[in-house]
């Protein structure tokens, strides 16, 4: 008995295993197999999670006057040479978007994104549920509290390393499904950590590894937000992993994360901390 072809596997099935196989596939490899396949991919369901490579060219290319390293080199060179485009972050972040026809869940944005694709993501995926937002993009963050009051359905939230306390209470006005928030590297004094309680007290995951803590702001985090069931505050400062305090004000959590975590570097004068330079500087971490 002759074996099925490829291009006759039932159209709902196809869309769904299309759905998993990543933006690059889905652009570069799957609309070349054959032609139901290519009608296929263009189903909006196949878009529902938008995974963007980390970097794209940015919009004012001409203004860098350094060489990024770019992780993600093949794609975008197979991509403008497939497409026969040359895409900026802008320009892609649309393009992929109208693809999905409003029914992206899931995105997470390129380091070069722009307030632009990010007022047309908030206007054009209503449903959204979660969104990670690239940690180094400053301006990106500084901006997005703007339009969380778009995404009604959101539940989880990767920001950067600033304005938290601005996003949070946001995110309770408008998001009543909100779960899960994962902020490292950042700052959380007791101005964050009472915007954390007062606002998302119900959090169940909660991600905050490689910040620069207050300890008495760690306490009030582990006192008023007894929902969780995740906690990473793993390879941090402001507090010992061995603290027994802090151990046991979170024995109530079935995953707590603290490894690693000191009160500060050997070498580092209490009296000059910066939270700039000892947070924010990925390379501290590696």
Same mark, same amino acid.
């Given at each position: 008995?002759?074996?099925?072809?490829?291009?006759?596997?039932?159209?709902?099935?196809?869309?769904?295993?299309?759905?998993?196989?990543?933006?690059?596939?889905?652009?570069?490899?799957?609309?070349?197999?054959?032609?139901?396949?290519?009608?296929?991919?263009?189903?909006?369901?196949?878009?529902?999670?938008?995974?963007?490579?980390?970097?794209?060219?940015?919009?004012?290319?001409?203004?860098?006057?350094?060489?990024?390293?770019?992780?993600?080199?093949?794609?975008?060179?197979r991509l403008e040479m497939t497409y026969q485009e040359n895409l900026s972050a802008t320009?892609?972040?649309?393009?992929?978007?109208?693809?999905?026809?409003?029914?992206?869940?899931?995105?997470?944005?390129?380091?070069?994104?722009?307030?632009?694709?990010?007022?047309?993501?908030?206007?054009?995926?209503?449903?959204l549920k979660g969104l990670a937002v690239g940690s180094y993009n400053e301006f990106i963050?500084?901006?997005?509290?703007?339009?969380?009051?778009?995404?009604?359905?959101?539940?989880?939230?990767?920001?950067?390393?600033?304005?938290?306390?601005?996003?949070?209470?946001?995110?309770?006005?408008?998001?009543?499904?909100?779960?899960?928030?994962?902020?490292?590297?950042?700052?959380? &004094?007791?101005? !964050?950590?009472? *915007? +954390? %309680?007062?606002? =998302?007290?119900?959090? #169940?995951? $909660?991600?905050?590894?490689? &910040?620069?803590? !207050?300890?008495? *702001? +760690? %306490?009030?985090? =582990?006192?008023?937000? #007894?929902? $969780?069931?995740?906690?990473?505050?793993?390879?941090?400062?402001?507090?010992?992993?061995?603290?027994?305090?802090?151990?046991?004000?979170?024995?109530?959590?079935?995953?707590?994360?603290?490894?690693?975590?000191?009160?500060?570097?050997?070498?580092?004068?209490?009296?000059?901390?910066?939270?700039?330079?000892?947070?924010?500087?990925?390379?501290?971490?590696?």
């Amino acid at each position: 008995m002759e074996g099925r072809k490829w291009e006759d596997i039932n159209k709902d099935i196809l869309v769904n295993v299309l759905g998993r196989v990543g933006m690059e596939s889905l652009l570069l490899d799957v609309p070349f197999v054959c032609k139901s396949w290519y009608k296929a991919s263009r189903e909006p369901q196949c878009w529902e999670h938008l995974i963007f490579p980390t970097f794209i060219k940015p919009d004012d290319i001409d203004h860098i006057w350094w060489e990024p390293e770019i992780p993600d080199r093949g794609f975008i060179e197979r991509l403008e040479m497939t497409y026969q485009e040359n895409l900026s972050a802008t320009a892609f972040v649309k393009f992929i978007v109208n693809r999905s026809c409003g029914n992206a869940t899931i995105i997470k944005l390129p380091d070069g994104c722009t307030e632009e694709a990010l007022e047309y993501v908030a206007n054009e995926c209503p449903r959204l549920k979660g969104l990670a937002v690239g940690s180094y993009n400053e301006f990106i963050n500084s901006i997005i509290v703007k339009f969380i009051s778009k995404w009604k359905n959101l539940e989880m939230l990767r920001l950067g390393k600033y304005h938290l306390k601005e996003i949070i209470p946001e995110i309770r006005l408008h998001c009543n499904n909100f779960i899960w928030l994962s902020a490292p590297y950042t700052y959380i &004094g007791k101005d !964050e950590a009472s *915007a +954390l %309680v007062s606002s =998302l007290s119900e959090l #169940k995951y $909660l991600d905050l590894h490689g &910040g620069d803590f !207050e300890k008495e *702001a +760690l %306490v009030m985090i =582990l006192q008023g937000c #007894k929902q $969780l069931v995740r906690l990473d505050i793993s390879q941090s400062f402001g507090f010992d992993d061995d603290d027994v305090e802090i151990i046991e004000l979170a024995s109530h959590i079935p995953a707590f994360k603290c490894e690693g975590s000191i009160i500060a570097p050997d070498w580092l004068d209490d009296d000059y901390i910066d939270h700039d330079d000892l947070v924010y500087d990925s390379s501290f971490f590696d």
